[in-house]
């Protein structure tokens, strides 16, 4: 048995090597002790810490707007900026929906670059019978199969009837016409959104933030400016004719005045309301548009 005192960080690692919630390892070892082989568990798992090794990839799971998500390295590790605007985002709509619609409107929901699911498949969870369609899209195949596993996993809590459809795409350039029907016209009975978390990372960022090796190159970067992808999106919006009621991108805080500025300039989106929302630290994180 070993008897070193324990970090927030040991306890963490240890209730998810129990399988325990955080309070319950706080009371179970005032009688259990850590054992000699959680010790040396505890031992590689913050050496690899230590060396830029993400927790979440070690653990295989990620708490997410207070549900656990697994989690493995195709993908990125989802920050608590994410987490808190994607929060702040749910609760927006709810009061929406119940405000101004009244409860009867029906949600067409993408979520671009999806990653392990979080995002999408938290508001899929949130809304319910709110859904009338949702689609979870990503480049990467891996990525795709961990966010399928993801909602199989929540499928036994959902309560309503519509499930998402998962895409592999590169942005909207492979979803099928059947998908983006319901993102072609307006209709005062539903409300289409768009939501993602892009690579926004400058490329030169993979030499300056070295913490970062560990994590999938395709989820980090883009070009030279980090606006590669975000320009490309821009563009394909207005090349399909999507018709958005409200768009959510996050953005780096370095780049997300120039993109704004770039989003001013295109026809497409003169009647769209452009708001910049700040993370918990005050950093410009989230581009928004609504529909005016």
């Known amino acids: 048995m070993s008897d070193q005192p324990m ?7 240890l209730s998810k090597l129990r399988n325990s919630s955080f309070q319950e390892i706080v009371r179970e070892l005032s009688k259990n002790k850590v054992t000699l082989s959680e010790s ?5 798992i913050k050496a690899k810490i230590d060396e830029g090794y993400p927790l979440a990839y070690i653990l295989e799971t990620i708490e997410f707007l207070d549900r656990s998500f697994m989690l493995d390295s195709n ?10 605007w994607v929060k702040h985002f749910i609760f927006d709509l709810k009061k929406q929906i119940s405000t101004k619609y009244k409860n009867d409107v029906q949600v067409n929901l993408i979520d671009l670059a999806t990653g392990s699911g979080v995002i999408g498949l938290s508001i899929w969870l949130e809304l319910g019978v709110f859904l009338n369609h949702i689609l979870l899209s990503d480049i990467s195949g891996e990525a795709l199969n961990l966010a399928q596993a993801n909602h199989k996993n929540f499928s036994r809590l959902f309560s309503g009837s519509t499930h998402p459809k998962f ?3 590169d942005l909207f350039t492979h979803l099928q016409s059947a998908d983006l029907q319901h993102f072609k016209s307006w209709d005062p009975t539903k409300l289409n959104i768009l939501v993602s978390n892009l690579p926004y990372l400058p490329q030169s960022d993979a030499i300056d933030l ?17 606006l590669d992808l975000f320009k490309k999106l ?3 919006i207005e090349d399909y004719n999507l018709h958005f009621d409200t768009i959510l991108l996050e953005l780096d805080p370095r780049n997300i005045f120039e993109a704004s500025d770039f989003i001013r300039n295109v ?5 769209y309301n452009i708001s910049i929302l700040n993370d918990f630290a005050g950093r410009s994180r989230v581009l928004r548009l609504d529909i005016l």
């Not at 970090?7 to 690692?13: A, E, R, S």
């Not at 993908?75 to 808190?84: A, C, D, Q």
């Not at 026809?267 to 009647?271: L, Q, R």
């Open 40 to 44: 040396k568990e505890l031992a590689k």
């Open 167 to 169: 895409a592999q795409s």
């Open 210 to 226: 070295p913490n970062l090796r560990h994590e999938p190159e395709i989820a980090l970067f883009s070009g030279q400016s980090g």
């Open 7 to 13: 970090d927030i960080t040991d306890l963490f690692i």
């Open 267 to 271: 026809e497409f989106f003169k009647n």
């Open 234 to 236: 821009i563009d394909q």
């Open 75 to 84: 993908v990125l590790v989802p920050r608590p900026e994410t987490e808190e």
